[in-house]
């Protein structure tokens, strides 16, 4: 399709609000369990504001299950990633723009300007590219300028497909059980650096999506 060409044009403008209504029925779909986010009412309340960390594999209905005092997402700058920013607007949410690959340190300095703002903060750290599920070290750095929690985010379901995609990404099927689990905000300690934060930050991932699993299995499901 040629960038800028009618065909393009159409597709930003069709797609968005289609792709919002399937996220939107899918997510209506699922017998769903929102875990842990009640914990973070209280600082909600007390007007902190946080950083999310969920897997790039796992985002599709992730906006969905978000409760708090709203959000800016930090989505690719490609082609691809200007069709999610708008999936998300019609859900609400603006996107910051850029990766590791294109207009990172761009994009990192909005970040740092929005952690003043009372906006939170949203984050695949393995994406755009992967590897999957390993962290990229920028969120620690932003947590640690920000000053901001890190929250891990994981969203399992009983029924669905997984694309043959770096991530693996998953599309939920619908009339399945969802369990979506936010973990407590992870905080760089004193004197730890960005990357021993970053590893405890991808240990508490991965520990949160086993839990999510466990939930579902408790339901007598395993997670796809």
Same mark, same amino acid.
């Given at each position: ?89 019609? &859900?609400? %949410?603006? @996107? ?5 690959? #294109?207009? =990172?340190?761009? !994009? $990192?300095?909005?970040? +740092? ?66 369990? &979506?689990? %936010?973990? @407590? ?5 004193? #004197?730890? =650096?960005?990357? !021993? $934060?970053?590893?405890? +930050? ?23």
């Amino acid at each position: 399709m040629k960038k800028g060409g009618l065909g393009e044009r159409l597709l930003l403008a069709v797609a968005p609000p289609l792709a919002a209504t399937i996220i939107r029925l899918l997510y209506a779909s699922q017998r769903r369990e929102i875990v842990g986010q009640e914990g973070l009412e209280p600082l909600w309340a007390a007007g902190e504001r946080l950083i999310y960390a969920f897997w790039h594999d796992q985002l599709l209905l992730m906006i969905n299950s978000y409760r708090g005092p709203g959000a800016r997402i930090l989505i690719s700058a490609s082609r691809d990633g200007e069709l999610i920013a708008r999936v998300m607007r019609c &859900f609400g %949410y603006d @996107a910051v723009r850029g990766s590791s690959n #294109r207009q =990172g340190r761009a !994009a $990192f300095r909005e970040l +740092v300007a929005l952690g003043k703002e009372p906006f939170e903060l949203a984050i695949t750290p393995d994406g755009p590219k992967g590897p999957r599920h390993q962290l990229k070290p920028g969120i620690a750095e932003l947590a640690r300028l920000t000053g901001r929690g890190v929250v891990p985010v994981s969203f399992v379901c009983s029924r669905g497909h997984r694309f043959a995609s770096w991530d693996r990404f998953l599309l939920p099927y619908p009339f399945g059980r969802a369990v &979506f689990l %936010y973990g @407590a905000p992870l905080r760089p300690a004193e #004197r730890e =650096g960005s990357e !021993a $934060f970053a590893a405890r +930050v991808e240990a508490a991932l991965i520990d949160n999506e086993a839990r999510a699993r466990a939930c579902l299995e408790a339901h007598g499901v395993s997670a796809v």
